[in-house]
Nanobody, 126 residues
């Protein structure tokens, strides 16, 4: 059974940093594109960042560019989201997602991702 498990969320102050992790089990996601999405209360889920299978290509939503960094360690079957200079509007549940087999290209659409984690809450307080 394929599982994506997120960790690292929590309550922080504006301006602080957090690093989210997403570890895959049940199959290898090496060289499969992965992404982070988030959903704030009362809003639709939105794309945050994605990384190609090799890790050599990344894309971000404009609102997090320069503050967030997505990376991966294929030896550990894990993808990370380093979040710096957190803002109140970053408060959301953050979801990890993975594309299907042989899908190496990073994409920003939910429809491109076949596997999803349960999410981890990130709350930024003033």
């Amino acid at each position: 059974q394929v599982q994506l498990v997120e960790s690292g969320g929590g309550l922080v102050q504006a301006g602080d940093s957090l690093r989210l992790s997403c570890t895959a089990s049940g199959r290898s996601f090496n060289f499969v594109a992965m992404a982070w999405f988030r959903q704030a209360l009362g809003k639709e889920r939105e794309f945050v960042a994605a990384i190609s299978g090799s890790g050599g290509f990344t894309i971000y939503v404009d609102s997090v560019k320069g503050r967030f960094t997505i990376s991966r360690d294929n030896r550990k079957n894990t993808v990370y989201l380093q979040m710096n200079s957190l803002e109140l509007q970053d408060t959301a549940i953050y979801y990890c997602a993975a594309r299907g087999s042989s899908s190496t290209s990073a994409r920003n659409s939910e429809r491109e991702y076949d596997y999803w984690g349960q999410g981890t809450q990130v709350t930024v307080a003033s």
